[in-house]
């Protein structure tokens, strides 16, 4: 990675990706000026259920298919490094590649329960977090309980966002896409099945 390179990292299930996970990370990249976005596929996010959860060679799989971006790089970083926490899969990455920028960039939805994860207030003490929009949860997200320590960290542009102090906090009010993996799920429960190798069928 060369000095200075600017990476957002977009964690999440991917059970599935979709392509509002592609517009998301396009549109950030944009905007902040990023050289790549990383899709951190989790292993198993510790606030969602096993149930339902499909297995991370089929998510994966899902979310090489839709990201089809030379910028957008598909990993299993936190199963290689052994990370279940946003906080310390962060911190490793920033211990990695010090000469890295890192941001973080999550949807709405997860801003809601932002103040359940571990070390919340360390996360944005770490890297600059943009939330994006989604239907539903705009007006919502706004009143999150997190958001009664964020919201005097927020940033009104992106310009020179590498260059302020930390907790920042972007918000990108356009719902950019009314997509959802849960809604995927709903219409096709068995939707990992034909992403797994024929020995593996069954066990999502």
């Known amino acids: 990675m060369r000095k200075g390179a600017a990476i957002g990292l977009f964690g999440g299930s991917f059970n599935p990706a979709h392509g509002g996970h592609r517009l998301v990370s396009l549109e950030v990249m944009r905007r902040f000026g990023l050289d790549e976005v990383w899709w951190l596929v989790s292993p198993q996010n510790p606030l969602k259920p096993v149930a339902g959860m499909a297995p991370l060679a089929a998510r994966l799989a899902s ?27 962060i911190a490793a990455l920033r211990a990695l590649h010090p000469k890295a920028r890192f941001l973080w960039i999550m949807g709405a939805d997860n801003l ?27 007006g919502r997200s706004q009143f999150a309980p997190a958001m009664g320590w964020l919201r005097r960290f927020r940033r009104r542009s992106p310009a020179g966002w590498r260059d302020r102090t930390l907790p920042s906090l972007y918000v990108l009010p356009q719902a950019l896409d009314p997509r959802s993996a849960t809604e995927i799920r709903r219409a096709d429960p068995r939707w990992a099945e034909s992403l797994l190798p024929s020995s593996d069928r069954g066990a999502s």
């Open 112 to 138: 809601l329960q932002f103040h359940r994860w571990h070390d919340w207030r360390g996360i944005a003490r770490m890297v600059p977090i943009v939330v994006v929009a989604r239907p539903g949860y705009g």
């Open 63 to 89: 979310a090489r298919a839709v990201a089809r971006h030379p910028r957008i790089r598909v990993t299993d970083l936190e199963a290689r490094l052994g990370t279940q926490l946003t906080a310390d899969t």
